[in-house]
């Protein structure tokens, strides 16, 4: 199973954690990625509202690439996925803006390549039985906020799950011996980079987001985006001096929960680079684990 990997600006930086990660367990699924040469930044967010030729553009080189070796192309992140996705769909439905982007990039493109959600990949076409049949650290006992964003699955004519209730993710958790928690908060918007520009409404929609999860019962969120992961997690401790909270709810990128479940190392999907504690959660299902061993 070989795909086209397009792992975005952020996978390089804030978000290199999803990249070791998605890059390990990939290969413990057998799953082949192969690394778009000299790949460009996708554009999103700034680009679609800048210039709409831009926004596909951008997103077309990559494709284009990809398509030239015959490889669909798994994306980790949700807005990369969404620009991509976006494209994609434009160019089969138009064949003067496929002209027009061929012409643009220097390169054809026929929009044939499908561009895919790295969850959509492991959670359909790999199979939750093939991942479930590899476990062997369940999350057993851990209950997990299932957290999509705004952009995973939105909008639905783009989306490959249910826009307002989507259950990939779950199902995935459920494969890995976890628990699912019941919210309403899945699919709510983190705020994007109001947190930066306009931090009092940022903080609020981060607020809500970690309140409903803890009123769930979570004890971690899973996410797929890396500007929610930074929202979530490293804005975590600035919310809760804000609103007079606390916590402690430590975020995951659902690749390092897949790792985690193989019993991949810990430092290798990256857990110790989170500025919530999430080694103490990973202590405390190694020690279940432990348990279960000598019972």
């Avoid at 650290?137 to 957290?147: G, R, T």
């Avoid at 929960?257 to 080694?279: D, S």
């Amino acid at each position: 199973m070989k795909y086209a990997y397009y792992p975005g600006c952020s996978l390089s930086s804030t978000g290199i954690e999803y990249d070791m990660s998605t890059k390990k367990v990939a290969k413990s699924l057998g799953i082949e990625l192969w690394e778009i040469p000299e790949w460009n930044c996708c554009g999103a967010s700034s680009a679609h509202l800048t210039d709409h030729l831009l926004a596909l553009a951008l997103p077309a080189r990559n494709l284009a690439i990809a398509e030239a070796e015959g490889l669909d192309v798994a994306i980790p992140c949700a807005a990369c996925y969404a620009r991509c996705k976006a494209t994609e769909v434009e160019v089969k439905n138009s064949q003067e803006m496929k002209k027009t982007i061929s012409e643009v990039i220097e390169r054809e493109y026929a929009g044939k390549t499908q561009a895919r959600a790295l969850l959509d990949v492991f959670v359909n076409d790999l199979g939750l039985d093939s991942i479930s049949a590899l476990v062997n650290k369940p999350l057993k006992d851990i209950k997990v906020a299932s957290y999509y964003g705004c952009l995973l699955v939105r909008p639905p004519r783009l989306g490959f799950d249910d826009p307002e209730d989507p259950q990939s993710m779950d199902q995935l958790i459920k494969a890995l011996g976890g628990t699912p928690v019941e919210w309403a908060f899945k699919t709510e918007c983190c705020g994007a980079a109001h947190a930066t520009t306009k931090s009092d409404v940022g903080f609020s929609m981060i607020e809500k987001i970690l309140t409903a999860a803890k009123e769930a019962g979570a004890d971690c969120i899973a996410t797929a985006c890396p500007l929610c992961m930074n929202n979530l997690d490293m804005r975590q401790s600035q919310v809760e001096a804000k609103f007079g909270k606390n916590y402690g709810l430590p975020v995951f990128y659902f690749t390092q929960l897949i790792g985690l479940a193989l019993g991949l190392n810990p430092e290798e999907l990256g857990v110790n680079k989170h500025f919530v504690n999430a080694l103490g959660l990973v202590k405390k299902l190694l020690e279940a684990e432990g348990r279960r061993d000598t019972a």
